[in-house]
């Protein structure tokens, strides 16, 4: 098992202690396209053809609702391949 896939087994087990990072490393690994848009906002967003996510940075960990958002991304774009 590579260090990625333990980092997603990580993030499943326990989506309420996940950092930015963590979660930014997944995507971007994942081929997800990050951009932030100008004017200051703590919003990234990740894109890859169709598949869209918005992720809030935030200190320590991201709210659960975002995590658990971007898992059933990875996920709909694994049954896709």
């Known amino acids: 098992m590579s260090k990625l896939e ?3 087994q990580k993030i499943k087990n ?3 202690q996940v950092r930015f990072e963590e979660l930014d490393k997944i995507l971007t690994r994942a081929g997800f396209e990050k ?3 100008k004017g200051g906002s703590s919003h990234y967003y990740y894109t890859k053809g169709a598949l869209k996510v ?3 940075y935030r200190q320590p960990y991201i709210l659960t609702t975002y995590v658990v958002a971007a898992i059933k991304l990875l996920e709909r774009m694994g049954e896709d391949d």
């Open 14 to 16: 326990n989506p309420k």
């Open 54 to 56: 918005s992720i809030p």
């Open 35 to 37: 951009r932030q848009p």
């Open 6 to 8: 333990k980092l997603l």
